[in-house]
């Protein structure tokens, strides 16, 4: 995971770039229990990231995973409800269109025929976000890293905050959310995004005070990511991309060479980089730690990567390696997910025979593990939704697909 940052024809509220693949989720932020069931028509359980099973076979519905200690299931009118992570699950608050998971104790969700609001794990109402400075909110985007960004229905742009507090006010027609920062494109460009004239505009980085601490024109680069609290570009030269990573405030801390076909990720003054088609580690001060060799490369912490190896156009090979490129434990599997999007300590793996297992930080395979036919990994919807704006237009492009793992 995951995309490079790609701008849209029309105003939309754009999720938070700074995903898994780009920075560690906080603490609060990982995942404490998996939906998992063992017969492929048979009912839903959870289990917790070590192994140890919550409830079996309780819900027909897969649930979300667990933020919180709370999830959502749909139920059979084909609304959300939300119920605690116990070994017998009490159902608490109402029923949703859309919900997101909860961060912080705080979640967004969208009721019939009302305005998006955020609820805590009680399931009380914290604010009604049906308004914000006189503005009418039709969508909202997930929390990460403490905000949330809304879209109103003149799609302009801004974010709150766990409270609902505006952090951003709606004056943007273009908004991306990092750690601590926000990419902005203000709304006087409105008529060029929306006409997909991007190069006419100008973008600013805001701090969570809506000071403008940068300003970077777009006629002047290919591509510009925000990623974490810092801002990636790329510029054509001599008919090659050049690609340079700057701080928050707009000063460059690199600059690279014709080495460099593309960044992906970065870790504090590491990052991946592509060459030949195939993934690398570099610095900062431009040297290599990990030649590019593999087919996928992506941080899992600080010091650790996943490395992903195209055997064949039908088998691939996950492996767990630090920034020497040495391998963590012996074994290799066909996908590793990020150690960091659960407890730190274990996390979910697919094997070469299609079945899940949940190892630890040497790469084993956890013991007295349940059958695992299909493992949740949906945590809830990206973008909550009210249908009580009927003359509200809803882009779906901006809707990203759970992830399911199933065995084939």
């Known amino acids: 995971m995951k995309p490079l940052f790609q701008f849209g024809l029309a105003c939309i509220v754009l999720i938070l770039l700074a995903l898994s693949s780009c920075s560690a989720p906080a603490e609060e932020e990982q995942v404490h229990y998996l939906p998992f069931r063992e017969t492929a028509d048979g009912k839903w359980g959870m289990m917790a990231t ?11 519905n897969a649930p979300t995973v667990v933020y919180d200690d709370r999830f959502f299931v749909y139920n059979d009118k084909g609304l959300l409800e939300m119920y605690t992570a116990e070994a017998e699950p009490r159902k608490i608050g109402g029923e949703y269109l859309t919900a997101g998971h909860f961060h912080k104790g ?38 990460e890293h403490g905000y949330a960004l ?97 701080d928050k405030t707009g000063q460059r801390l690199f600059k690279g060479d014709d080495r460099i076909e593309r960044i992906g990720e970065l870790r504090g003054e590491n990052f991946t980089f592509l060459s030949n088609e195939l993934w690398g580690v570099m610095n900062f001060k431009g040297e290599i730690l990990i030649r590019p060799q593999y087919n996928e490369l992506r941080f899992d912490g600080d010091q650790q990567l996943i490395a992903t190896v195209d055997k064949d156009a039908d088998y ?10 040495q391998p963590l434990g012996t074994a290799n599997y066909a996908v590793i997910y990020p150690f960091s999007d659960f407890d730190g300590e274990h996390t979910l793996v697919q094997q070469h025979d299609n079945t899940f297992a949940l190892i630890d930080r040497k790469g084993q395979v956890l013991n007295n593990l349940p059958n695992m036919v299909e493992v949740e990994m949906n945590s809830g919807d990206d973008n909550i939704e009210s249908n009580a704006i009927a003359f509200c237009h809803v882009d779906r492009r901006i809707r990203h697909p759970h992830r399911r793992c199933r065995r084939t």
């Open 50 to 60: 070590d192994g140890k099973v919550l409830f079996s076979a309780k819900f027909a």
């Open 316 to 325: 691939t090979q996950d492996q767990l390696i630090d920034l020497r490129n």
């Open 106 to 143: 705080r979640a967004l969700v969208a009721e019939p025929g009302q305005a998006v609001k955020i609820i805590d794990t009680d399931g009380n109402t914290v604010r009604l976000l049906d308004k914000i400075q006189n503005k009418i909110i039709s969508k909202v985007s997930t929390f």
């Open 150 to 246: 809304f879209q109103t229905v003149d799609y302009l742009c801004g974010a709150v905050d766990l409270d609902g507090n505006s952090v951003i006010s709606p004056n943007y027609a273009m908004l991306v959310a990092g750690n601590g920062i926000f990419l902005a494109v203000p709304s006087q460009y409105s008529q060029a995004v929306e006409q997909g004239d991007l190069k006419t505009v100008t973008f600013c980085v805001l701090d969570t005070d809506e000071k403008v601490l940068a300003q970077i024109p777009a006629r002047n680069y290919n591509d510009i990511q925000l990623l974490g609290d810092k801002i990636l570009l790329s510029e054509e030269v001599n008919h090659r991309l050049l690609w340079s990573v700057l």
